[in-house]
Nanobody, 124 residues
Framework: QVQLVESGGGLVQAGGSLRLSCVASGRTFSTYATAWFRQAPEKEQEFVAAISRSGLTTGYADSVEGRFTISRDNAKNTVYLQMDSLKPEDTAVYYC?????????????????WGKGTLVTVST
């Protein structure tokens, strides 16, 4: 089993940047595919970005492609989400999730473990 703890959220102006971190504890982190999801107030949860166990494969939602970058450091048991050119519509609680059975996973139903989330607020 793995525990996930997100950090790095906060308030930022439109056009600014934030870097989210997700630290995992428990089993060897390199055995987990990981992803970021987000949920804005009164909206459904949506996929943001995913990264394979090795870090060689990544995927992004169309809404963040070219602005967000997902990466991981398995030696530090950490996955990151670098968010640039932030927009007010990026405001949401961001969740880190992990799947221990697939090399790469991007669907919330595939995820076995979830963090509690970190709030990102982008002001105009």
């Amino acid at each position: 089993q793995v525990q996930l703890v997100e950090s790095g959220g906060g308030l930022v102006q439109a056009g600014g940047s934030l870097r989210l971190s997700c630290v995992a504890s428990g089993r060897t982190f390199s055995t987990y595919a990981t992803a970021w999801f987000r949920q804005a107030p009164e909206k459904e949860q949506e996929f943001v970005a995913a990264i394979s166990r090795s870090g060689l494969t990544t995927g992004y939602a169309d809404s963040v492609e070219g602005r967000f970058t997902i990466s991981r450091d398995n030696a530090k048991n950490t996955v990151y989400l670098q968010m640039d050119s932030l927009k007010p519509e990026d405001t949401a609680v961001y969740y880190c999730a992990a799947d221990d059975s697939r090399y790469y996973a991007a669907h919330p139903g595939d995820m076995d473990y979830w963090g509690k989330g970190t709030l990102v607020t982008v002001s105009t």
